[in-house]
């Protein structure tokens, strides 16, 4: 069975970091590329960052780019989101999502990506 499993997610203060991570089983994550979204109540599923398959390629959503950092490490079949100086409005459930063209574009097309996790709640609250 393919499957994303995000981990990492909680509560923090603002100002704080949290580290995502999204494990895969059932597949390699070497022939994929790996996005990040995060869908706040009553909101629209909005793309934050994706890596290419192999790593050289990277692209940011305006709203994280400073911020957030996106890695992968594929011989643990696992992407990761670093993300630092969290806001209130970072607030959201995260998931990881896997693309076979294995290449990013430059807007995080959702319609490109094939293979969901389930997503990890994060809250940014004093």
């Known amino acids: 069975q393919l499957q994303l499993v995000e981990s990492g997610g909680g509560l923090v203060q603002p100002g704080g970091s949290l580290r995502l991570s999204c494990a895969a089983s059932?597949?390699?994550?070497?022939?994929?590329?790996i996005g990040w979204f995060r869908q706040a109540p009553g909101k629209e599923r909005e793309g934050l960052s994706c890596i290419s398959s192999s790593g050289s390629s990277t692209t940011y959503a305006d709203s994280v780019k400073g911020r957030f950092i996106i890695s992968r490490d594929n011989a643990k079949s696992t992407a990761y989101l670093q993300m630092n100086s969290l806001k209130p409005e970072d607030t959201a459930i995260y998931y990881c999502?896997?693309?076979?063209?294995?290449?990013?574009?430059?807007?995080?097309?959702?319609?490109?990506?094939?293979?969901w996790g389930r997503g990890a709640q994060v809250t940014v609250s004093s």
């Open positions: 059932g597949f390699s994550l070497d022939y994929y590329a």
């Open positions: 999502a896997a693309d076979p063209s294995r290449r990013c574009t430059l807007d995080i097309n959702i319609k490109l990506f094939d293979f």
